[in-house]
């Protein structure tokens, strides 16, 4: 149970594309999900908090414009990172709250497998 | 205000024992254990709520401390699966975590 998936798992694109990241979960509905951001041998960092049916909320110092998240359902949200310069080039995690019985019934996140960026 | 893990890294061979540490300034409102091996996505372990309270996972197990401002994550007779980076995530009431730098662990033969 709690079952969450990403796709694409990777993408390369040119410098000035847009590219859009999906992340479901599979086995359960939820409310709450949050997109990370990572890079080689570094912590996991917070970008945004998806709600579904309202706007999301942006951690400090991470454009809205460019990183735009739409959580549609309660089973879906995607990340588009629009106009992208190599500098955004990253791994991409998403994750979505769930109470369990992975975690005795308490909420936490459930990781997506994660999405490779590469931009040219 | 992100949780400092400790230490950084260990290397252990199979079946000795290893404990991270995971503190704050200020009380935490849980503590969230996740294990990542590299290129994949971190993988739930456990979570503790209340002051005290201690937890298990296979051998794997946690503790929380009276205060909230201390957990640590116990790896016992470990085993080469137990390779990976643990992170500890400081959650919030509405769900959010702050996560710590991280401790890799690499379990050899």
Same mark, same amino acid.
């Given at each position: 149970g709690a079952v969450v998936s990403q796709h694409p798992s990777r993408v390369i694109c040119k410098s000035g594309t847009s590219v859009k990241i999906e992340c479901r979960s599979l086995d359960f509905q939820a409310t709450t999900m949050f997109w990370y951001r990572q890079f080689p041998k570094q912590s996991l960092m917070l970008m945004a908090t998806s709600n579904e049916g309202s706007k999301a909320t942006y951690e400090q110092g991470v454009e809205k414009d460019k990183f735009l998240i739409n959580h #549609?359902? @309660?089973?879906l949200s995607t990340l588009t990172v629009t106009s #992208?310069?190599?500098?955004?080039s990253s791994f991409y995690i998403c994750s979505a709250q769930f109470s369990s019985s992975l975690a005795g019934g308490r909420e936490t996140q459930y990781f997506g497998p994660g999405t490779r960026l590469l931009v040219l | 205000q992100q949780p400092v893990q400790s230490p950084q890294a260990v290397i252990l061979r199979e079946g000795e024992d290893a404990v991270i540490n995971c503190s704050s300034s200020k009380a935490l409102y849980s503590v969230h254990w996740y294990r990542q091996k590299h290129g994949e996505a971190p993988v739930f372990l456990m979570i503790l709520l209340k002051g005290g309270e201690q937890k298990g996972h296979e051998k794997i197990s946690a503790s929380f401390n009276e205060k909230k401002q201390q957990s640590s994550l116990y790896l016992t007779a470990?085993? @080469?699966?137990?390779?990976g980076t643990y992170f500890c995530g400081d959650g919030e009431s509405w769900g959010k975590l702050q996560f710590g730098a991280g401790t890799q662990v690499v379990v050899t033969p």
């Open positions: #549609a359902s @309660l089973t #992208a310069h190599p500098e955004d | 470990s085993q @080469l699966s137990y390779s």
